[in-house]
Structures are given as structure tokens and as C-alpha cells.
Nanobody
Framework: QVQLVESGGGLVQAGGSLRLSCAAS????????MGWYRQAPGKQRELVAS???????TYADSVRGRFTISRDSAKNTVYLQMNSLKPEDTDVYYC???????????WGQGTQVTVSS
């Protein structure tokens, strides 16, 4: 069974930085897109950033210019570098990995990011 292990969340002051990592294991298929989403209590999960197999990236307007998504395909790992963090970035962050064919998606367990003002 596919496992996604996230790390790097925590508490940081506004203006600070964090780097999230998500390592996928027990992968028996080719990975397509990888991405990060976030969700606050009572709200829908929303896209933060995604990266295709070819390296094309997409960002939410609220994070563009502050966050950078990258991937190491050899390690089946996706990263999210978060700079200039704001209190409104406080959420649980989830990584998502999709199969290249068929589109089946897998989710990580989530990691808490808290930005204090």
C-alpha cells in the first residue's frame, strides 16, 4: 500500500520560513503530478501548489511569489519551500500524489503549519 510521509511542519513567526517534504514509498506505478493542499477546520481543501512530471508548476494566487514547489523524482519526494509566511497560511498541509495513468490519487496524513503574528 502506498505510503506518503510528510514532514517539516511546525510553528513559525510571521515572516519566517518552513520547508515541507513528502516522501512516497511502496510505489508500484509511475507518478504523474505531485502537489500540496491545505485545509482549515470547516473549510474545503484547497490547492496550494502542484508540479507535473515534466516540472510545470501551478500556484494559488495567495502563495505565488512566496512558496516554491519542487520534486525529486528519483526519491519520489515533493517539497514545498514556504517563505514570508503569514498568519493566514496557518492550516493543515497535505501532499497528494497522482498516478501518471488513470489519475488515482493518494494523500498524506497532513502536517500542521502554524504562523504566529
Amino acid at each position: 500500500q502506498v505510503q506518503l510521509v510528510e514532514s517539516g511542519g511546525g510553528l513559525v513567526q510571521a515572516g519566517g520560513s518552513l520547508r515541507l517534504s513528502c516522501a512516497a514509498s511502496r510505489i508500484m506505478f509511475s507518478i504523474g503530478a505531485m502537489g500540496w493542499y491545505r485545509q482549515a477546520p470547516g473549510k474545503q481543501r484547497e490547492l496550494v501548489a502542484s508540479i507535473t512530471r515534466g516540472g510545470s508548476t501551478t500556484y494559488a494566487d495567495s502563495v505565488r511569489g512566496r512558496f516554491t514547489i519542487s520534486r525529486d523524482s528519483a526519491k519520489n519526494t515533493v517539497y514545498l519551500q514556504m517563505n514570508s509566511l503569514k498568519p493566514e497560511d496557518t492550516d493543515v498541509y497535505y501532499c497528494k500524489v497522482s498516478q501518471l495513468t488513470g489519475g488515482t490519487a493518494y494523500w498524506g496524513q497532513g502536517t500542521q503549519v502554524t504562523v504566529s503574528s
